[in-house]
Structures are given as C-alpha cells and as structure tokens.
C-alpha cells in the first residue's frame, strides 16, 4: 500500500491500521535489535506514564514546539 493509497482511506480505517501497526511493533519490542539501555529507558517512560509520573503532550503541540527555544 502506497502513501496515497493510505491518504484516501477513512479516517476510521486509518486508526485500525495504526493500532495494528503499534501493537505489531510493541509485541516485537523485546526481540529487536535496540541496545539494552534503550530498552530500559523505554521501560522507564512507559512506567512513568503509567504512574502518572509523566508530562504528556499531544503531538500538535510538539510539533507547534520544535525548533523553538
């Protein structure tokens, strides 16, 4: 599936296959190839988030932020 094939999609299909995607990568997690710090350190920010520990922003405003002091 192209880029533009997947910009026609509705709105409803395009989140099914991000949800897909996500779980995909989440459940491969553990067998990659990323460096045992990072492993760690994404168990640290889930772990964070879970407690509630964590600053969350959503990703306009992230993106509203980049390049700025």
Do not use: F
């Not at 996500?22 to 460096?35: A, F, G, Y």
């Amino acid at each position: 599936m192209t880029a533009e094939e997947v910009k026609s999609l509705p709105m409803a299909q395009k989140i099914q296959i991000m949800e897909a995607i996500w779980e995909d990568l989440r459940d491969r997690l553990e067998e990659s190839d990323l460096p045992q710090r990072l492993k760690d350190l994404l168990d640290q920010r889930r772990s964070r988030v879970r407690d509630g520990s964590a600053k969350v922003m959503d990703w306009d405003r992230v993106k509203a932020g980049i390049g700025r002091p």
